[in-house]
């Protein structure tokens, strides 16, 4: 999918998610209902029942914006494969973010974050995004010990 297509996927997730709990809620899930319906009647009442169960979250959350965060990931990737199995669905889907997005200027949207971690060789890759991470290394391993017993450091004068 090009970028283009990937921005708005983007926009829309975040005006679904932002939309959740609001007034605006009950149009955007109509919108999005009709976007679903053009490109795939059968999957109409999965999309139904995925908005009402997120929209439910967020209503029923003490930080709604953390779940909206949560699940502008899924959002974005389900309005991503909308897009490629219907590109008809573009306009709308760009009227629908913009509406929104117009409708609530204060909101702010569900964030996008990226991040690339790469290790060569023997590295390591530590990374988190929105938390805390805790590594914890193990102590040091002793030197292999031949069969009899340790080996010693030096050999001792005679």
């Known amino acids: ?15 679904v998610v932002t939309a959740m709990a609001t007034d605006l809620w009950q149009g955007t899930r109509d919108a999005v209902l009709r976007l679903f319906h053009r490109a795939d009647r059968n999957r109409r009442p999965a999309i139904e029942a995925q908005l009402d169960g997120n ?6 959350a ?3 914006d953390d779940v909206r965060q949560a699940l502008f990931g899924y959002w ?3 309005l991503a494969a909308l897009l490629r199995r219907d ?8 009227h629908l973010a913009a509406e929104v997005g117009a409708a609530l200027p204060d909101a702010r949207p569900a964030s996008v974050r990226a991040q690339t971690n790469t290790a060569h060789d023997s590295g390591n890759v530590f990374a988190v995004q929105g938390g805390n991470l805790h590594v914890h290394k193990p102590a040091p391993s002793a030197p292999p010990q031949a069969p009899g017993g340790p080996v010693p450091a030096e050999i001792p004068p005679t």
């Open 1 to 15: 999918m090009n970028d283009e297509l990937t921005t708005l996927a983007e926009a829309g997730a975040a005006a």
């Open 55 to 60: 929209a439910a979250l967020v209503r029923e």
């Open 62 to 64: 003490a930080l709604p």
């Open 76 to 78: 974005v990737l389900e």
């Open 87 to 94: 590109p008809s669905c573009r306009e709308p889907l760009a």
